[in-house]
């Protein structure tokens, strides 16, 4: 439980295997085996590819949402937009926000929690390699009950190799990311590279950049 289920749950979801569905770990434990795949240029690269083919406008601000019988009246920056539906993807909390009236079986959806990561990404210099027993890998899962801030790390080379350059991923577990989500980028950084240098020796000397993403509703609680 606490090094193999706890640990695919906190890595890959970011929250404690108390309270989470039977559903989820038996998900999770029917991965085994199963085939996976990368997508070149990282997730962007598919809404990239849909909005490509779509009329797509950015800075428009969606103030509410509103069925009504003849469709969705959507207000986008103080006007209304009609549509004959509406897809709406965005986190529980603000969907709360924006639709104006609500079933009882979509506010009981629309109470779903959701645990908060904090991604760092570290740029490394192109002649680092990691520790031989790492190598080849696409990343690594911590169990939670050893106390660490970090619920897994990737590789990118091990992820599509061929590239140029190492970038190694860092995810916090939720309970760190929320106890860092207002620290300055600089003290998240370094904190960070404590915990990792143990595991990556060396790695603060082969850092070349760094970016830091801080999602609050990073995954749906179970």
């Known amino acids: 439980r606490d090094y ?4 695919m749950v906190h890595g890959l979801y970011f929250h404690r295997l108390a309270d989470s569905s039977r559903a989820l770990v038996a998900a999770l434990l029917a991965f085994n085996g199963a085939d996976v795949l990368a997508v070149a240029g990282g997730w962007q690269a598919l809404p990239v590819a849909m909005a490509a083919q779509l009329d797509v ?3 428009a601000t969606v103030d509410s949402i509103d069925q009504t019988p003849a469709g969705v009246r959507v207000g986008v920056n ?4 009609q549509a004959d539906r509406v897809i709406l993807a965005c986190p529980a909390h603000i969907t709360c926000d924006l639709l104006r009236h609500t079933t009882e079986t979509e506010r009981e959806v629309l109470a779903t929690g959701y645990a908060s990561t904090i991604h760092i990404a ?7 390699q990691p520790p031989k027993h790492l190598r080849g890998i696409h990343g690594a899962l911590f169990a939670p009950c050893e106390g660490g801030a970090i619920a897994a790390f990737t590789f990118e080379s091990g992820r599509l190799p061929g590239g140029d350059g190492e970038v190694v991923g860092v ?15 600089d003290t998240l950084i370094r904190d960070v590279v404590d915990e990792l240098d143990g595991i990556l020796p060396d790695i603060r000397m082969q850092i070349v950049a760094t970016r830091v993403q801080r999602w609050v509703a990073a995954e749906p609680l179970s």
């Open 171 to 185: 995810m916090l577990g939720n309970d760190a990311a929320r106890r860092s989500m207002q620290l300055p980028d």
């Open 78 to 81: 103080g006007e209304w937009l």
């Open 122 to 128: 570290f740029a490394l210099r192109p002649t680092w």
């Open 4 to 7: 193999l289920v706890e640990s």
């Open 57 to 59: 406008r950015y800075g």
